[in-house]
């Protein structure tokens, strides 16, 4: 007993002085640190103010922070004021989107394109993800997704030009249809709307995949197993119990999609065409004027901030009542 009781104080001085060699050892046996650590978690509140005060300066500064600068500017009618230029706060800003039907056409033509292109990235999606939860073994699944993970490496540009020499005249896509014989001549698919929603749900693809394949991968294999000793077919279970088990995923892929497409200005300027024009390029056009114009920009901004806001609360209410089981 004596034998043992020396031999555990030997190895915790050797842990000691191996812990005082380190500049982690020391700090935690310096008095000043132990007596601000004391305080710091002596208890839950303390704890939780600790943790919250960095997602909150983080939330305020790069969200909320700029976001209300934008709409401040959106009620000025000039910004940045010029010296000596005294400032008024207006609604006209506002007033001239409602007035001008030349604006309202790019503007819905854009919550247009964000709905339909999310709805076919979910429909290409959905069959992806089912497949690398359902029947991919689990220690292969990261494999899969890391390779689906790949070309999202790369920037937004670099992947649109990926899709510009996809779809070119001299691009992979005519090249195979004009080894079968299927064309004689290429097919101009570039800068057209069916280019730009090729290169939209491409680079949305990710946004949609993950939240699937999330709530794929929690379903139990157990269910769909007892509906088919049941007798229930494929097409049965898919919506007797996988569709209504994913609605959470779908949501949050499907609103995630949405806010981000209705944000591109990149994609639909290398991609699309002169019919094609979406409202973020109308606002990038009242920025790169004079600053007087900057207002005007802000708020057309805001205006489509607000719809994309409105929709996704009527979407998300919408499967919150498919998701209870309640007719919406």
Known sequence: MTHHASAGQDGRAMIDKAEGRTFWGRLAGWGPYRTLMRLATSSPRRQFVILA??????????HLGPMLQMLRVSLTDAYPVAPGVQQHFTLDNYARFFGDRIFWMPFFRTLTFAGVFTFCTLIITYPVAYFLARHVSRKNQMLFLLLLLVPFWVGEI???YAIMILLG????????????GLIDRPIPFMYTSFSMG??????TALYMLLPL??????????????AADLGAGAWTRFRRISLPLTIEGI???????????????ATPILL????????AQTIAGFFHVAGDEWPTGA????????????????????MGSLRRGERP
Do not use: D, H
């Open 251 to 265: 949501a949050s892929g499907c609103t995630l999609v949405f806010l981000i497409s209705t944000g591109f200005y």
């Open 169 to 180: 005249n001299t691009g992979a896509v005519n090249l195979v249809l004009q080894t079968l």
């Open 198 to 203: 090729v290169g939209i749900v491409y680079l």
């Open 158 to 160: 670099v992947r649109t």
């Open 272 to 279: 699309g065409g002169p019919s094609t024009t979406v409202f």
């Open 53 to 62: 005060v960095f997602p909150v300066l983080w939330v305020v500064t790069q």
């Open 299 to 318: 708020a057309f901004a805001t205006i489509m901030f607000m719809a994309a806001l409105l929709i996704t609360a009527a979407f998300q209410k919408l």
């Open 213 to 226: 394949y999330s709530a794929l991968e929690k379903l139990p294999k157990s269910m769909n197993e007892a």
